[in-house]
């Protein structure tokens, strides 16, 4: 038996700047040519997450976005905020860091499959949504019409600008909003939930997925519901600090679930009124 509190060692081969407080990096592994796929062909399932970090400074949890199909390597968004992301933006390429898992629940790619999508994002959210993007795109054939609705503070918050290009080359249809007018910003001021008003979906068959501020998750639910899309098919990617990502700590507790172990994806019912 493997052990699951003994980090696997990577290398870091790209370290791209998205924001001013938020890097991509590229991890690859040391030992093997590819990370190992799951019985579904995946290295994850899209929302599920990762602890990264570096032997005396701890570890991290972050949900890759890179596509769950690309073995070579796996893609983290890392937000300076603490010691460890701190730590993790002073490295350069070629150095080497921890990575453990993945862990905790993705999204239901089965029953998810077949039905209209609609994603939300806001902040630094985007990692889960955009390895399940990955996943529909490469099996568009199995979805019908799929949204992603992305909400930031301002332009230069938005992360992944070249991927979203990709996106949407992909038939992906992209509508972005920033909180207040900026210079040169052409698109939606405002909140995420106001961008609900431009999809067309078949509500009888249509899901939803969240990553974001609890606000905005709590004000979502209340337009997806008059949209015709219950609680039971709306997944909510929970965030939460971690140190262990296996239920020992006690530190992810949301109600009377852990969200490393029960989630991150939790039906939104299983996680109503328990957002920050």
């Keep these: 038996m493997s052990n699951i509190y003994l980090p696997e060692i990577v ?9 001013p407080t938020v890097k991509l990096f590229r991890l690859v592994p040391t030992q093997g040519s ?22 005396g400074y701890g570890e991290s949890p972050f949900g890759p976005l890179s596509s ?26 070629g150095d080497k860091i921890t990575l453990r898992g993945p862990f905790g629940n993705g999204f239901p790619l089965d029953f998810i499959e077949g039905k209209d999508v ?14 399940l993007v990955e996943y529909i795109i490469k099996n ?25 290009e990709e996106w949407r080359k992909e038939g ?24 609900v008003k431009e999809i067309e979906i078949n509500e009888s068959n249509a899901v939803a997925t969240m990553c974001g501020p609890g606000p905005m998750m709590d004000a979502l639910e209340k337009v997806f519901r008059p949209l015709g899309i219950p609680d039971r098919r709306i997944f909510v990617s929970m965030e939460r ?36």
């Design 11 to 19: 290398k870091v081969t790209k370290i791209e700047e998205q924001s």
């Design 34 to 55: 590819e990370f190992k796929k799951n019985e579904k062909g995946l290295v994850f399932i899209p929302g599920q997450f990762v602890m990264v970090g570096q032997i």
């Design 68 to 93: 769950p199909y690309e073995a070579d390597y796996i893609e983290v968004a890392v937000r300076k905020a603490g010691v460890v992301t701190n730590y993790l933006h002073s490295i350069k390429e």
């Design 118 to 131: 609609v994603s939300a994002i806001g902040g630094c959210g985007i990692p889960p949504i955009a390895a």
């Design 140 to 164: 568009k054939e199995k979805f019908g019409r799929v949204y992603v609705l992305y909400g930031a503070r301002n332009p230069e918050e938005i992360l992944m600008k070249k991927k979203i």
């Design 172 to 195: 992906i249809k992209i509508i972005l909003t920033i909180d207040k007018p900026a210079d040169g910003w052409d698109g939606h001021v405002g909140f995420v939930t106001d961008l």
């Design 241 to 276: 600090k971690m140190q262990c990502g296996v239920g020992k700590c006690q530190h992810c507790t949301t109600g009377k679930s852990y969200v490393c172990m029960d989630g991150p994806v939790f039906y939104y019912d299983q996680v109503d009124k328990n957002f920050d």
